[in-house]
């Protein structure tokens, strides 16, 4: 992404096991849709709302409106499940423990 708002979002989860003494640290990007199409096209594939363009120049950009959600905005932990959120979109939700999103897609 060219501007930092378009980045995909990461979650890094921390927990402390008061019996044993140790920290499990692990963090993975939100496997939103547009984040495993990236992966699967090793390209961008659709536009960031704050200004980065897919490739392909001029043409291929204009007049898209089909903006990625990136899920990188804040996390939410409600009734065991946790969010990643974006302002423009549907919330992703992620298991809290393995940070794997559910088998939802975008409405």
């Not at 939700?93 to 088998?103: A, I, Q, T």
Request: glycine share 10%.
């Amino acid at each position: 992404a060219r501007h930092m708002f378009d980045g995909d979002g990461m979650i890094i989860g921390v927990t402390f096991n008061p019996k044993t003494k140790q920290v499990l640290f692990r963090n993975r990007f939100v496997r939103t849709d547009g984040y495993v199409a990236d992966q699967e096209k090793g390209i961008m594939s659709r536009p960031g709302i704050f200004g980065t363009k897919v490739s392909g120049g001029f043409f291929r950009n204009l007049f898209r409106i089909d903006f990625k959600n990136v899920a990188n905005t804040h996390c939410l932990y409600r009734n065991d499940k946790l969010y990643a959120l974006w302002e423009g979109g549907w919330p992703y939700v992620v298991d809290p423990l393995s940070l794997e999103k559910d088998v939802v897609k975008e409405p």
